[in-house]
């Protein structure tokens, strides 16, 4: 664990901009691992009805693409932005491909997987689309595993626990 607070960790938007989660995210924040080759992939949509329907109440959605499962996000930094915005309509943001696992881990998720899901179980990533929902001061309050879907009935009640009224 670091002694630097999540919201401070530095991070690379897609487009390769420094950034950190208190600079993209003024409030709470969705971070999912995505991937555009994926059984799972459909997900992004409802991803981004999740970035429209709570953007306003201060909920960010942000999408981190890994190649580490399969080789399921295999593109270019352009590669990933036209097949999201294409095909899925995404307007959140997106980090540069990142490492989730492994001795390459990045910072951030070093931080996050070890937190544990509802069963419990903190370690490594399953796979792509596995969600952490960090309330507005920067905590991880729940993590989903890559089968819960981004609108199931648990997740809309965790996103609504940590917005404003």
Same mark, same amino acid.
């Given at each position: 664990?670091? =002694?630097?607070?999540?919201?401070? %960790?530095?991070?690379?938007?897609?487009d390769?901009?420094?950034?950190t989660?208190?600079e993209?995210?003024g @409030?709470?924040?969705l971070?999912?691992n995505?991937?555009s080759?994926?059984? &799972? +992939?459909?997900? #992004?949509?409802?991803?981004?009805?999740?970035?429209?329907?709570y @953007?306003?109440?201060?909920?960010?959605v942000?999408?981190?693409?890994?190649n580490?499962?399969?080789?399921?996000?295999p593109? +270019?930094? *352009?590669?990933?932005q +036209?097949?999201?915005? +294409?095909? #899925?309509g995404v307007t959140?943001?997106?980090?540069?491909?990142?490492?989730v696992?492994?001795?390459?881990?990045?910072? &951030? #998720?070093? *931080?996050?997987?070890?937190?544990?899901?509802?069963? @419990?179980?903190a370690g490594?990533?399953q796979?792509n689309? *596995?969600?952490?929902?960090?309330?507005?001061?920067? =905590?991880?309050?729940?993590?989903?595993?890559?089968?819960?879907v981004?609108?199931?009935?648990?997740? %809309?009640?965790? %996103? *609504?626990?940590?917005?404003?009224?």
């Amino acid at each position: 664990m670091t =002694e630097t607070p999540l919201t401070d %960790i530095a991070l690379a938007t897609l487009d390769g901009r420094s950034t950190t989660l208190a600079e993209l995210a003024g @409030g709470a924040v969705l971070v999912v691992n995505v991937a555009s080759k994926c059984g &799972l +992939t459909p997900q #992004y949509t409802a991803l981004e009805q999740l970035a429209k329907e709570y @953007g306003e109440r201060g909920l960010t959605v942000i999408g981190v693409p890994c190649n580490q499962f399969m080789g399921q996000e295999p593109g +270019t930094a *352009e590669e990933i932005q +036209t097949f999201c915005a +294409t095909n #899925y309509g995404v307007t959140f943001p997106l980090l540069a491909k990142t490492d989730v696992n492994g001795p390459d881990r990045h910072p &951030l #998720y070093a *931080e996050l997987t070890a937190t544990p899901d509802d069963s @419990g179980e903190a370690g490594d990533v399953q796979w792509n689309f *596995e969600k952490f929902l960090l309330a507005p001061g920067g =905590e991880v309050v729940n993590r989903f595993r890559p089968r819960t879907v981004p609108d199931a009935p648990e997740v %809309i009640a965790a %996103i *609504e626990a940590v917005l404003p009224r």
